[in-house]
């Protein structure tokens, strides 16, 4: 026991001479490592716990609210379009139900209008067979110069206006203008063309049996105007005025007109020609004559082109088609038609009202305004 203590105080002689600063010191050199390692085990737990608390829990919730924040937006969108698409298919559903009323609304007046007008005609079909079972109408004369003669012994002054003939031995009654003011009056107008408001594009039976105002422009009808020619005991004088673009005038007349019947197709025939627009009926040279040719439209050619004519280099099939589908009395397309259009209400590139004859400074006028009409001229039969 005694030689383990000198071993003791022979190895560490300081021990015992500092007994209680050695005991402090291991004392504390055993407590502090100690206490290091508890206090880091403690800390490091809790900084990461805190870290932890720090970082998982805020994003967690910020995803969820986002999440939540998405779903939720996404839900007001679905329903957004749901409530619109429903209030679209609604509105289109009322708009058609509207649009089906408005149609049978109108559907029903048009019957109803319809059913008025199919009543109205009725009612004056009723009345007109009335009124001229009672009060048939009446013939003012022949003609125009049948009647400026009949009133000539009633009133000097007769006017021009509208008057119903019924040529001699026929069965037509109706309507024309008679001219009582121009050169001494008596005047039947078989055409006038002036403003362009009346389409001469027409077929055969249009000119067959006429169209347009009387007062205004129109084509009195090929069956009234043979009726009226071919009374018998009389010749008629057909007497044509012209008005060019600048107001100068022109006539030219032929103290002989008549056409042939409908199987003829109404061919035309003059005599003598007298006026100061030429004669361009018939031309300067035979193939031009239009004397004696037969009518013609566009549906009812006799216009002589077999198989076609030629002009300026170019084939020509019908002269109708080459005149504004107008019709007239063509031969080979000729010199004359007064049935053309006036240059001022027409941009077509085709011809014309036109009459060759006519010049100034070598070139032909252009024709704005034209009238054709007859007059009896009392005495044998020429035709």
């Keep these: 026991m005694i030689w383990i203590i000198l071993f003791w105080m022979y190895m560490f002689p300081n021990l015992l001479a500092f007994p209680n600063r050695t005991a402090d010191i291991n004392i504390a050199a055993l407590d ?22 720090t970082c998982t829990v805020p994003c967690e919730m910020t995803a969820k609210l986002m999440q939540e924040e998405k779903h939720a937006w996404c839900s007001n969108l679905q329903h957004a379009m749901t409530t619109y698409t429903r209030s679209t298919r609604k ?19 048009v019957m109803e209008l319809s059913s008025k007008f199919h009543s109205l005609s009725l009612d004056v079909q009723r009345s007109n067979s009335e009124m001229f079972s009672v009060k048939p109408m009446h013939a003012h004369g022949r003609d125009c110069s049948d009647i400026k003669e009949t009133l000539q012994e009633v009133s000097p002054k007769i006017p021009s206006g509208v008057y119903i003939i019924q040529p001699e031995n026929s069965e037509l ?98 005599g003598r020609y007298a006026g100061s627009a030429g004669d361009a009926f018939r031309g300067f040279d035979q193939e031009q004559n239009q004397d004696t040719a037969p009518f013609s439209t566009s549906d009812v050619d006799n216009d002589g082109c077999v198989p076609y004519c030629t002009f300026n280099g170019k084939a020509v099939e019908s002269c109708s088609v080459r005149h504004n589908n107008t019709g007239w009395w063509f031969n080979q397309c000729g010199r004359a038609n007064l049935n053309g259009s006036p240059l001022d209400h027409d941009p077509s590139t085709q011809p014309h009202i036109h009459w060759d004859t006519w010049t100034k400074n070598g070139e032909p006028v252009s024709i704005k305004s034209v009238t054709m009409k007859i007059r009896r001229v009392e005495g044998s039969n020429l035709k």
């Design 91 to 109: 509105l289109i559903r009322d708009l058609m139900d509207e649009q089906q009323k408005t149609l049978e609304f109108l559907s029903n007046q």
């Design 173 to 270: 009654l109706f309507e024309v203008f008679c001219e009582m003011d121009y050169m001494d009056g008596g005047w039947t107008v078989i055409q006038r063309r002036t403003d362009g408001l009346t389409d001469f594009k027409r077929a055969w039976s249009s000119y067959l049996d006429g169209f347009g105002p009387l007062p205004g422009e129109h084509w009195l009808g090929l069956r009234k105007v043979h009726s009226i020619v071919g009374q018998k005991n009389t010749r008629f004088k057909l007497h044509i005025s012209f008005v060019s673009q600048d107001d100068s005038t022109a006539y030219a007349s032929y103290d002989n007109f008549w056409i042939e019947d409908e199987n003829k197709f109404f061919a035309i025939h003059l």
């Design 32 to 53: 502090e490592p100690m206490t290091l390692v508890e206090d880091f085990e403690d800390a490091a737990p809790q900084n990461q716990k805190e870290q932890k608390e």
